[in-house]
C-alpha cells in the first residue's frame, strides 16, 4: 500500500448495503407482527418476549 493509496482500496470490504442484505436475509414489517395492536408476546427458545409500539413510534422488546 503506497502513502497516497487510502486504505480501503487495498481492502476488499463489502459495502454497507450488502453487509446489511448478509446479515438479515428477509425482514419482517413491524405491521405483520403488531396487527394493529400495541403489542405481542413472541415466543423464542422457550422464552416469551413481548414486542411493545411506544407512542413515539419506537419498538422495545423485553423479556
Not at 1 to 28: F, G, K, Y
Not at 38 to 63: E, F, M
Request: avoid cysteine; hydrophobic fraction near 35%.
Amino acid at each position: 500500500m503506497s502513502p497516497a493509496q487510502p486504505a480501503s482500496a487495498t481492502l476488499n470490504l463489502p459495502s454497507r448495503r450488502n453487509e446489511h442484505a448478509q446479515a438479515t436475509p428477509s425482514a419482517v414489517d413491524s405491521n405483520e407482527l403488531l396487527r394493529g395492536q400495541k403489542a405481542v408476546d413472541i415466543v423464542h427458545n422457550g422464552s416469551t418476549y413481548r414486542l411493545q409500539a411506544t407512542r413515539l413510534g419506537k419498538l422495545i422488546l423485553t423479556k
